[in-house]
C-alpha cells in the first residue's frame, strides 16, 4: 500500500512525464482573451492551481490571488452540506463577496500596471 502511494506520487509529480506535465501542455484557451486580445478577470486561475499542486504557493498567489479562496469555499461549501453548520450560509456568502472583491481588485491593478496583454 506504502509502495503504491509513493508511485503515484511520483506520477503526478514526475517532471518529464505525468499529470501535472501534461496539463501544462493542454491548457484551456480563453475565448475571452482570443476575442478581444486582453486577459479576462478569470486568466491566470489554471497555471495558479498547477503551481498550487506543485507546492508554489508565492507564484501560485501572483498568477492569481483568489485560488487559495475559492478552493478554501469549496471544501467549506462541501463540509457544510454534510453537517449543516448553524452561520455555514452566512460563511459562504461572505466568501462570496470577498473572493469577488479580490477579483475585482486584481482586475483593477492589472489594468493600471498594463499587465491585460
Same mark, same amino acid.
Given at each position: 500500500?506504502?509502495?503504491?502511494? #509513493? /508511485?503515484?506520487? /511520483?506520477? $503526478?509529480? @514526475? !517532471? @518529464?512525464? &505525468?499529470? #501535472? %506535465?501534461?496539463? +501544462? %501542455?493542454?491548457?484551456?484557451?480563453?475565448?475571452?482573451? +482570443?476575442? /478581444?486580445?486582453?486577459?479576462?478577470?478569470?486568466? &491566470?486561475? +489554471?497555471? =495558479?492551481?498547477? !503551481?498550487?499542486?506543485? &507546492?508554489? $504557493?508565492?507564484? =501560485? $498567489?501572483?498568477?492569481?490571488?483568489?485560488? /487559495?479562496p475559492i478552493i478554501t469555499l469549496f471544501i467549506f461549501t462541501i463540509v457544510h452540506l454534510k453537517f449543516d453548520f448553524k452561520n455555514g450560509a452566512f460563511f459562504i456568502k461572505m466568501l462570496y463577496i470577498g473572493i469577488t472583491l479580490i477579483i475585482v481588485i486584481n482586475y483593477i491593478y492589472k489594468i493600471f500596471t498594463h499587465q491585460l496583454i
Open positions: 500500500m506504502k509502495g503504491t502511494i #509513493i /508511485l503515484l506520487a /511520483l506520477f $503526478f509529480l @514526475s !517532471e @518529464s512525464k &505525468g499529470v #501535472i %506535465n501534461w496539463l +501544462q %501542455n493542454h491548457l484551456l484557451l480563453c475565448p475571452f482573451k +482570443q476575442t /478581444l486580445g486582453i486577459d479576462c478577470p478569470g486568466c &491566470g486561475i +489554471q497555471r =495558479s492551481i498547477l !503551481e498550487l499542486v506543485q &507546492g508554489n $504557493f508565492i507564484a =501560485s $498567489f501572483k498568477l492569481y490571488p483568489a485560488t /487559495l
